[in-house]
Every structure is written in structure tokens, then in C-alpha cells.
């Protein structure tokens, strides 16, 4: 039996970065990982960095859109840890923020894209609503048939799978205990501590953070504990190096599209289009299974990129994978303590990369008592009427 002061199940980049505030604190961590450190969601995405609102948080109406909005704050504090990030860790993490834009192609696109800028102004993300004619002055990749576009200077893009390296060693240089390959086996309650088998040993924790992306509601079930957080797959693509093209994140508020060019000159293609789950024996969707590719995304996705940014078409596609993350009921992150479990904290649901800094810098401070009130639009609390007749 180890002890510890708080165990991590999840190796992603929001479970190592919040081994690595706590540790550096002077917290006994042990974090523990089902397979190898960064590669599941955190090493499987595309490494965006949108501070905009998601065109998924448009397309669902007026409301989802306003209650999204709420997190302004978390956007605010996250483009500044990213900006100091490369410093902090010591690392070359391809951290480029040089700006993003949000295109729309038609009238009634341009109207959502004008209410998103209006929503985002008056949080204080200072979008810029550009007509047609100075996108392209910006971005002369951009098709003759953009109409408007939203910029926000401070969006860019990174390399997902050096981040959340960067923050492992960094969490093991400060102390912290990471096992890669032990997947939890056991996990439960016992007066005010948890106990979590897994591999190699038994951790008795006073706090368990629990950051393992569809895996979460799975260890929550372990402890009695209903968790909105639901599997998706999802298909990425990469074209073959060419000469700077792209030198901005592009999205689309209409159409499923996130662009941009990598330090390597690849072009990387995604936006949310769906990869087909894998099953398990009994029928139900498998987390741990290698989700299919489903053709009608990856020609959708090409076909935005290139109505988009026409030169996409003369480019070979070298690259399509296909990864698993989260989603919550309502689509916002839950990040936070469990009311009903003090001490059980969880961190999943969507912009993990994005704003998972952030997310591990917070939990960490709210952990030793600092208030953490952004963390209050993305807290678990919401859902806690599903944990009220678990016992």
C-alpha cells in the first residue's frame, strides 16, 4: 500500500500538468496511466488553440451558445498560460499564436458569426469582424467566396503530443510518481480516503483526480458516482510539407473545418467529424477499441478545407487517424470537485487541450484552498442531481 497525497488516473496533458502544479508544491502525487503517457486524447488531437466560440456550441441554438459564452473567463486566463507556457516547462512546444480565423460563406452564416463576435466582445475576448476583402488581405489562402470572418489575435496552435511530454517530465523532475501501463483495477471510498488498485501497487489517497477522458464516467461508476461524460470518435487529417501557406488557425462558424499549418509544413485538416466508435462483446461502445474511419467525414472534411482554401486540392492527403475523447451533456467541460464526494475531483468534457492548462493550474490552487470561481460555469456541481439517489 502507497501513500499519497493525491492520486492522478489519466497521463494526458490536464493529468500531467496538475501532478506537475501540485507536486511543485510540495503535494506527494502518484499519477497512474492504462497505457502510455500522451497518447490517448492528448496525443490524438490536433493541437488547436481556439479561443473562439466552437462552431459546436453555435449549431444548437441560442441558448447553448449564451451558456458557452459564460466561459470567456477560462479563455482569458488560457491564452496567457499558453504564452508563458514554452517558458515555464523549458520546452520547444511549437506554441504559435499569430491569430485565428472564423470564415462564414453565406448571409445567414455571417449573421451567426456577427452574433458570435457580440457575444465574445462583451466578455472581453476582443474578436474582430473582418468583411471578405480583409480576410484575404490577411489570409490569402482564403477562397474568393469567404464572405467574413471573426479574428482573434491571440489563437494559434501547438504541438499536442510535446505539451503533455513536456508536463510529464516536468511533473517527474518535481517529484511526482508516474506509472504508464497500469490501468486501475480497483477503486473505492473508505471513510475520507480513496483506495485505487491498479498494476503494481495500491495507492491510499486523500484526493483522486480523475482526468482519463471516456474512461471517466467508467472509474466514476467504480465509486457510485454518476458522470455525464459521454465517448465520441473523431477523424483528423494531415496533407503532405509545403511552403508557408496557412499561417493562422482556420475555422469555420458553418461547416465542420479547423486548419492549420504545422512547423513541419504538413497541413493539418480537422473539426469534429465523426469516426465510428468500436463495440465491445455485449454491443456497448468501446472506449479501448480503435475507432473506424468513416469515409462520408473524411470526404466532407476535405471538401471544407478546399471550398475553404482552394490550394488544399493540390496537395497530397498522407495522413488519416482517428481518436476517442469525451463529451458532456450539455457539451461544456466538467471540471471540478464532486459536491457529493468531497475530495474526488474530475476534468473531461471537451477543450482539454485548449484550456487544459488552465484547467490543472485551477484545480490545483482550489485543491490548497486558493477560490477558483471560473472553475464554477465548468463545475461538476451542475449535474449532481444525477448522483442523488446513489447512496
Request: aromatic share 4%; proline share 5%; charged share 20%.
Amino acid at each position: 500500500m502507497q501513500n499519497a497525497d493525491v492520486l492522478i488516473v489519466g497521463g494526458g496533458l490536464v493529468g500531467c500538468a496538475t501532478a506537475w502544479h501540485l507536486a511543485r508544491g510540495g503535494a506527494q502525487v502518484v499519477l497512474v496511466e492504462a497505457g502510455d503517457i500522451g497518447m490517448g486524447a492528448s496525443g490524438q488531437n490536433a493541437g488547436s488553440l481556439h479561443f473562439q466560440l466552437e462552431r459546436r456550441f453555435l449549431e444548437n441554438g441560442e441558448a447553448l451558445a449564451e451558456q458557452a459564452a459564460q466561459t470567456a473567463a477560462l479563455n482569458r486566463l488560457a491564452i496567457d498560460d499558453w504564452r508563458r507556457l514554452e517558458t515555464e516547462l523549458g520546452a520547444d512546444l511549437h506554441v504559435v499564436m499569430d491569430g485565428g480565423l472564423m470564415v462564414a460563406e453565406t448571409a445567414e452564416q455571417v449573421a451567426i458569426l456577427e452574433r458570435k463576435v457580440a457575444r465574445e466582445n462583451a466578455q472581453g475576448i476582443n474578436t474582430r469582424l473582418l468583411d471578405g476583402d480583409e480576410a484575404r488581405t490577411l489570409a490569402p489562402c482564403l477562397s474568393p467566396g469567404i464572405l467574413a470572418a471573426g479574428f482573434l489575435a491571440d489563437e494559434g496552435h501547438a504541438d499536442a503530443r510535446s505539451v503533455t511530454r513536456a508536463f510529464a517530465q516536468a511533473a517527474a523532475a518535481s517529484g511526482a510518481s508516474l506509472h504508464s501501463r497500469s490501468p486501475v483495477t480497483s477503486a473505492s471510498r473508505i471513510e475520507r480516503h480513496f483506495e485505487i488498485g491498479f498494476r503494481e501497487s495500491t495507492v491510499r489517497a486523500e484526493r483522486l483526480v480523475l482526468a482519463c477522458g471516456a474512461w471517466t464516467p467508467i472509474l466514476c461508476a467504480k465509486l457510485n458516482l454518476h458522470m455525464p461524460l459521454y465517448p465520441v470518435a473523431l477523424q483528423m487529417n494531415a496533407t503532405e510539407r509545403t511552403g508557408p501557406r496557412i499561417g493562422h488557425l482556420i475555422q469555420h462558424v458553418g461547416r465542420r473545418l479547423s486548419m492549420k499549418q504545422t512547423d513541419a509544413g504538413n497541413i493539418l485538416i480537422g473539426g469534429g467529424w465523426p469516426a465510428r466508435l468500436a463495440s465491445d462483446p455485449r454491443g456497448a461502445f468501446d472506449p479501448a477499441g480503435k475507432p473506424v474511419l468513416i469515409p462520408a467525414s473524411l470526404a466532407g472534411n476535405l471538401r471544407a478545407a478546399i471550398d475553404t482554401a482552394p490550394f488544399v486540392e493540390t496537395l497530397n492527403l498522407i495522413r488519416t487517424w482517428t481518436g476517442v475523447t469525451a463529451i458532456s451533456a450539455d457539451q461544456l467541460p466538467i471540471v471540478g470537485e464532486v459536491p457529493s464526494m468531497p475530495g474526488c475531483w474530475v476534468a473531461g468534457g471537451g477543450s482539454a487541450f485548449t484550456l487544459g492548462p488552465t484547467f490543472a493550474r485551477l484545480m490545483a490552487q482550489a485543491m490548497v484552498g486558493t477560490p477558483t470561481p471560473e472553475l464554477d460555469i465548468v463545475s461538476p456541481a451542475r449535474f449532481e442531481h444525477l448522483n442523488s439517489f446513489m447512496g
